[in-house]
């Protein structure tokens, strides 16, 4: 039973695009939100993360939107660069099992130059 | 920058032999996680520690073991390996009262 839908499962976009990666969960008792970035051989890696107390959260390039009543979040990527060629996952997790984290099924995001 | 690693990057190995997955930290995170992974899809978690001595199952169902003798090591076990533990398999830590999990580079198992 899949708790945290991701889509798409691939994106491709131009160098200076805004890809945006979707994610919804269900359980409404998930109180942490991180994005995770991961690299070809490479473990993954916390990109930015959110509490649903905020509905907006920006590092750098990376802003997340979070709506609680919709119980969706998404990442965005701003000013997208060949770099960002990677895997992200948006996760979830709650108080309660060591905070173990429920991960999307993940996409695939290729900037082109 | 977190300080978890992971031994053997790369491991292929015959079916039926036992085999044990590394895992260190170095930043006395109490809370260690095993993680398994296909090509492409989600992190599903395997294991758990809250701590030294204690150990959980996660909710894949795994035929793998773990021990947490101490705080930095949490070696994973593979008695019999088998062509269907063909995997990516991801150690993480965390620190008591954070929620952030730092992850290993992984280990890629290959059992012919």
């Known amino acids: 039973q899949q708790q945290v839908k991701q889509s798409p499962q691939s994106l491709i976009v131009q160098k200076g695009g805004i890809p945006i990666i979707n994610c919804a969960y269900e359980n409404t008792a998930f109180d942490y939100f991180p994005w995770y970035q991961q690299f070809p051989g490479k473990g993954p890696a916390l990109l930015i993360a959110i509490r649903p107390d905020v509905s907006e959260k920006k590092e750098g390039r990376f802003t997340i939107s979070f709506n609680k009543s919709a119980k969706q979040f998404s990442l965005h990527i701003m000013d997208s660069q060949p770099g960002d060629s990677a895997t992200y996952f948006c996760?979830?997790?709650?108080?309660?099992?060591?905070?173990?984290?429920?991960f999307g099924s993940g996409t695939q995001l290729t900037v082109l130059p | 920058e977190a300080d978890i690693y992971q031994t053997p990057r790369y491991l292929v190995i015959g079916t039926g032999k036992k085999i044990t997955l590394e895992c260190s930290q170095t930043m006395g995170h109490d809370k260690m996680y095993w993680y398994q992974q296909d090509p492409g899809m989600e992190l599903h978690l395997i294991h758990y520690?809250?701590?030294?001595?204690?150990?959980e199952k996660g909710d894949l169902s795994s035929e793998s073991t773990v021990s947490r003798i101490r705080t930095e090591h949490f070696p994973l076990t593979l008695e019999s390996a088998r062509p269907s533990h063909t995997s990516q398999y991801l150690c993480?830590?965390?620190?008591?009262?954070?929620?952030?999990?730092?992850f290993g580079p992984g280990t890629r198992l290959l059992v012919l």
């Open positions: 996760a979830a997790s709650m108080l309660g099992s060591a905070r173990q984290l429920t």
């Open positions: 993480a830590s965390r620190r008591q009262g954070r929620e952030t999990q730092y």
């Open positions: 520690s809250y701590g030294v001595n204690s150990t």
